[in-house]
């Protein structure tokens, strides 16, 4: 298996632009995980998911964040629009739940 | 609601040293993983503990796993340079959802 797939791997946008993150989790977890890691708060969950379902999304910042997950292979993390503050690298994980999470190799975004 | 805190934040160690980084959480937590982080890279993980006693050894290093004082160690034997990089803590309960985080510690092994 490829592991955790995220795209892109770095991001540069202008405030106020769409941004979308994408994660294809390793097949067969039926968890994924959306994180956030900046200096000053360290690795933030954001959102988790289960069988595609979002179970908890308090860690979702403000109205601007949405996640969705279609189906079992894909998600995606939206910020519209963007604010400097966003600005992080970000995490997608997946794991069954009863082992490790296994993470993806983020996506770093800069927002100008 | 589960929060968890590593100490240190920062250590710097020479080679050849032993040390323990520890890790604490403020509720029930089901299971305890830890994880290395080099700069710029991704999360590995490198152990998870299921239940109370639970020690595990790899290398240089052993986490281990007290859930009624809810404490997790890592100890680090006989440090070497390949060692450097942050290391995670992260507690979950309801069978691996809600994966938390605790803050980093940046490990620096120096000959």
Redesign the interface.
Known sequence: DAGVIQSPRHEVTEMGQEVTLRCKPISGHDYLFWYRQTMMRGLELLIYFNNNVPIDDSGMPEDRFSAKMPNASFSTLKIQPSEPRDSAVYFCASSTGTLRAFFGQGTRLTVV | ELKVEQNPLFLSMQEGKNYTIYCNYSTTSDRL?W?RQDPG?????LF?LLSNGAVKQEGRLMASLDTKARLSTLHITAAVHDLSATY?CAASYN??????????TELSVKP
């Open positions: 993983y994880y890279k991704s999360l590995e993980s998870v995670f069978q691996g959802g809600k994966l938390i985080f605790g803050q980093g």
